[in-house]
T-cell receptor, first 113, second 112 residues
Framework: QKEVEQDPGPLSVPEGAIVSLNCTYS??????FMWYRQYSRKGPELLMY????GNKEDGRFTAQVDKSSKYISLFIRDSQPSDSATYLC?????????????FGKGTTLSVSS | DSGVTQTPKHLITATGQRVTLRCSPR?????VYWYQQSLDQGLQFLIQ???????AKGNILERFSAQQFPDLHSELNLSSLELGDSALYFC???????????FGPGTRLTVT
């Protein structure tokens, strides 16, 4: 079983839709959770960073962490064509804060106008 | 722009050769991480340096090595290159008190 599982998609939605992206993980030691956006062949861009469980909102983006279910989500409201990209979840463990991020393989999102 | 810089953007080289990739972290960041991204494997952690010292190793081949210099820039050396080493190589840095990482634009390595 991979440490982090992420549905690769592709996910296609119309402009203005609410998008839900998800990851599951197996390592209960993970405490730091991140979402990155990556445009084709570019460097991953940090979107959201959450410590432990709970919700975090930033503009059109909301990140949720449910540690009891080992499940994290990213919601995008009022999706735009410019949101078309690959979204990567990433996480690391508390006792190794500052060390490696473990990534999901990414979900490809396409938003049509 | 994350503030992390990487050079060169592209490298094309032949099998058996050696290359050096360079990374400068964001101002104030002490940690530098190297990742490899291939189509089938996704983003894989290679190695981490913190303030000049190696801190963690991931799936880094023995043919690969890295170092971090006193000015905190880092270099990743890849030797005896094989076709399978063709990939995107990313550098990331993180602040002293945080776990979040900021990625550079990457170096695209093509081995022919």
């Amino acid at each position: 079983q991979k440490e982090v599982e992420q549905d690769p998609g592709p996910l296609s939605v119309p402009e203005g839709a609410i998008v839900s992206l998800n990851c599951t993980y197996s390592n209960s030691a993970f405490q730091y959770f991140m979402w990155y956006r990556q445009y084709s062949r570019k460097g991953p861009e940090l979107l959201m960073y959450t410590y432990s469980s709970g919700n975090k909102e930033d503009g059109r983006f909301t990140a949720q962490v449910d540690k009891s279910s080992k499940y994290i989500s990213l919601f995008i409201r009022d999706s735009q064509p410019s949101d078309s990209a690959t979204y990567l979840c990433a996480m690391s463990s508390l006792d190794q804060a500052g060390t490696a991020l473990i990534f999901g393989k990414g979900t490809t999102l396409s938003v049509s106008s | 722009d994350s503030g992390v810089t990487q050079t060169p953007k592209h490298l094309i080289t032949a099998t058996g050769q050696r290359v050096t990739l360079r990374c400068s972290p964001r101002s104030g960041d002490l940690s530098v991480y190297w990742y490899q991204q291939s189509l089938d494997q996704g983003l894989q952690f290679l190695i981490q340096y913190y303030n000049g010292e190696e801190r963690a190793k991931g799936n880094i081949l023995e043919r690969f090595s890295a170092q971090q210099f006193p000015d905190l820039h880092s270099e990743l050396n890849l030797s005896s290159l094989e076709l399978g080493d063709s990939a995107l190589y990313f550098c990331a840095s993180s602040p002293p008190s945080g776990a979040e990482q900021y990625f550079g634009p990457g170096t695209r390595l093509t081995v022919t």
